[in-house]
């Protein structure tokens, strides 16, 4: 029995009270029993700071394939012993039946109180494992002799997440995961009622965003939808079959979608394939002359291997949509199993738009972004929650930076992300001087930046074409560093740090002057900028 | 290797210089320390070598020739790396400078500041030296003034906290 909340037992750690779970504080409804009770989906019924415990089902969607697999053991034993004790009584083997009988009870007692210990564990779980939204602070506590309590800051939430699996999505149960800053420091409330889970997230980024009070007709409109239920089952496959987006959650022009057919076709023109049509080009020739048909063989588990890659990252990406919402960024995919999340305004600290060669014949590009959290979804058969376009082409590139960077693609800067993408020289970005060809032969022309008041735009890369954009109210710190050969050719580089991931912004073989210029400004503005931004608290009117 | 622009042996002169920042230098005593520590590489790689070429290990005792041959290069460039170190508090931010051959420059907005960080190794507690370490969200940061006397690390991390909280800034 894993626990999701893996606290560090320390300082955090509360004590048991008394026994176990009499806190006179617990309301006794659980969330959202069947698939939608009209109390937990009641805007603000989960977000009212008293304790509440998770979805029921919780322990088996959990542990749901242990037991399962566990019952099947135990069926099938039974089933050997009812055989055995036929055959034994039919071949006449009086010692096997005797003991058979013999150990008959104890062996079914012993059956009875193991499953019944994990059923009254599961229970206590459950019944242990609670959380609480306050104005301050999301809280989960959990287990049964080592209590663990997590506290997630509102004003410090880097994203909601919102995960359905396969399986408890069929059950109507979902995921809601509270990023926060730092490595593996998230706050799971695994599982919650699909549609307590989306209106949980819509109060916990309410209270987050500052604002005073839930627009009351909104509220009130929430609170009709909830459809009288017309039978489980009916509802469990509504729910299924609804649109991975909530039409009412986005204005429908805001959203950004992507085509199977050209996410298809942008996975085949990608790494993997090209390494295996290289393989299949130099393997097939090497076998039809030498006539070793074994190297097949050798290839096989690559093979398989390159496959699956390639069928999950595009059953992954399915269904991809980017929307802007109030409350931030609404990023969500997946077909069988789906996953989506809203990044509030400011959380994102570098983007960056690349083309892979091959995909330059196509025109499409795929947006990357760095943010504070990692999150741990990855680890649960959800792609990594960086990528924030897989593919597209300039059109989308623009929307969606005009969605994740609204601030941005406002001001002059999205004149130079525009030229940024694909230019090389004179058109407003300050480049490498002509000495620097010997570093960069190819791109030392396209290499440069500009520097806005609300971003530095780095572009780079003749083949692959990099763009990078830094808000510069995120940056971290700035460095300026010279390697030997930098000083013999007075070129120097600059890097603007931001938190890690996968984007990194650093632009090399700039003119030594301009570097320190250019260092001196980012350093200078980032202070500024970093001062006057509110988006921590976006919602909060002045 | 080295071009045309550092040839006149001038490591200052060559330097990337920031407009108006008077740098702090480190203490002096750090060239001990750091001679202490890399000269102990150095004999160790030494011993090591010999002791390869006398069991007739020719390319392990090479590879380990070599190492000692840089270890007592780097031994030669402590003093010149030492008084490369520069620290400036600055109005809104700290400056860092550090390096020979590959010089860097950073720079910290306070606000930005997550923990400062005083570190003690047992050679610099001999002459009484800590290294002060800034941690910011950011990983690649990294800024670490080694060989400050260990009350101006004290007070420079008082300082710093105090600027830190009183510039708090989001991530």
């Given at each position: 029995m ?52 998770l979805?029921p089902a919780t322990p088996l969607l959990r542990g749901g394939?242990a037991l399962?697999?566990i ?44 499953v019944l210990v994990f059923v009254l564990g599961f229970y206590l779980s459950w019944r242990m494992h ?14 049964i ?398 | ?171």
């Open positions: 894993t626990e999701p909340v893996a606290g560090e037992g320390g300082p955090e750690a509360i004590p048991r009270e008394g026994g176990p779970g009499h806190d006179p504080s617990h309301p006794s409804d659980a969330v959202g029993v069947g698939a939608g009770t009209a109390a937990a989906t009641r805007p603000g019924a989960l977000a009212d700071g008293e304790w509440h415990r979805h394939i399962i697999a019952g099947g053991i135990l069926v099938a034993n039974l089933r050997d012993r009812i055989l055995e004790s036929f055959t034994g009584f039919h071949e006449g083997d009086p010692l096997d039946l005797v003991i058979d009988n013999g150990w008959l009870i104890p062996g079914l007692a012993i059956t009875i109180g193991i609670e959380f609480r939204v306050t104005d301050e602070v999301v809280e989960v506590r959990s287990g002799l080592f209590r663990t309590s997590r506290k997630a800051r509102l004003d410090r939430i880097q994203g909601i997440n919102i995960v359905r699996a396969l399986v408890p999505r069929i059950f109507g149960a979902a995921r809601l995961e509270v990023s926060v800053a730092g490595q593996d420091a998230n706050v799971r409330l695994d599982y919650l009622g699909s549609a307590a889970a989306d209106v949980l997230r819509r109060d916990v980024l309410r209270l987050a965003s500052g604002a005073k009070a839930a627009p009351a007709a909104a509220a009130s409109a929430d609170g009709d939808s909830v459809q009288p239920r017309a039978s489980a089952l009916e509802q469990r496959v509504d729910e299924f079959l609804a649109p991975e987006l909530d039409p009412t959650e986005a204005a429908p022009e805001s959203v950004v979608r992507i085509h199977p057919a050209r996410l298809f076709f942008s996975i085949l023109l990608s790494g993997p394939t090209l390494i295996l049509l290289a393989l299949l080009a130099f393997g097939i020739p090497w076998v039809v002359i030498t006539g070793d048909a074994y190297l097949l063989f050798g290839a096989v588990p690559a093979l398989i291997g390159m496959t699956s890659f390639t069928v999950n990252r595009f059953t992954k990406s399915l269904r991809y949509s980017i929307a802007g919402t109030p409350n931030g960024v609404r990023i969500g995919f997946g077909l069988l199993s789906t996953s989506n999340e809203t990044l509030p305004p400011g959380r994102i600290h570098a983007v960056d738009v690349t083309q892979p060669l091959l995909w330059r014949p196509a025109g499409w590009w795929q947006i990357r972004i760095n943010r504070a959290s990692s999150s741990s979804a990855s680890s649960s058969g959800v792609a990594a929650a960086t990528m924030v376009l897989p593919v597209g082409d300039r059109n989308d590139v623009e929307r969606v930076l005009g969605l994740i960077l609204p601030a941005l693609m406002e001001t002059a800067a999205a004149d130079a992300v525009r030229v940024g993408m694909t230019g090389s020289g004179g058109d407003g970005y300050v480049g490498s001087p002509r000495r620097a060809r010997v570093l960069h032969p190819l791109s030392w022309k396209r290499n440069g930046f500009i520097f806005t008041d609300t971003a530095l735009l780095l572009r780079a890369g003749r083949i692959w074409r990099t763009l990078t954009i830094v808000p510069e109210a995120r940056l971290q710190s700035v460095s300026l560093t010279q390697s030997t050969v930098g000083r013999a050719l007075r070129v120097a580089t600059v890097h603007a740090h931001t938190v890690s991931g996968p984007v990194t912004a650093r632009i090399g073989a700039l003119d030594v002057d301009t570097a320190i210029e250019l260092f001196s400004d980012v350093s200078r503005v980032a202070i500024t900028t970093g001062r006057a931004d509110t988006s921590y608290r976006w919602g909060a009117t002045p | 290797m080295s071009g045309p622009a550092t040839s006149d042996n001038g490591q200052v002169s060559a330097r990337i210089e920031l407009p108006d920042v008077e740098w702090r230098k480190v203490s002096p005593k750090l060239i001990i320390v750091d001679i202490i520590g890399s000269a102990v590489s150095a004999l160790l790689a030494l011993a090591a070598s010999l002791a390869a070429f006398f069991f007739g290990l020719g390319i392990p005792a090479l590879v380990l020739a070599v190492f000692f041959v840089m270890s007592v290069v780097t031994v030669l460039l402590v003093p010149r790396r030492v008084r490369a170190y520069g620290y400036q508090l600055r109005e809104d931010d700290l400056v860092f400078r550090r390096g020979l051959l590959f010089q860097r420059v950073v720079s910290v907005p306070y606000g930005r500041m997550q923990l400062v960080d005083i570190n003690r190794g047992p050679i610099a507690r001999l002459v009484g030296l800590s290294d002060l370490k800034l941690v910011t969200a950011a990983a690649s940061t990294g800024v670490a003034i080694p060989g400050l006397l260990e009350d101006d690390a004290n007070q420079l991390r008082d300082r710093l906290v105090d600027l830190a909280e009183s510039r708090r800034v989001g991530l």
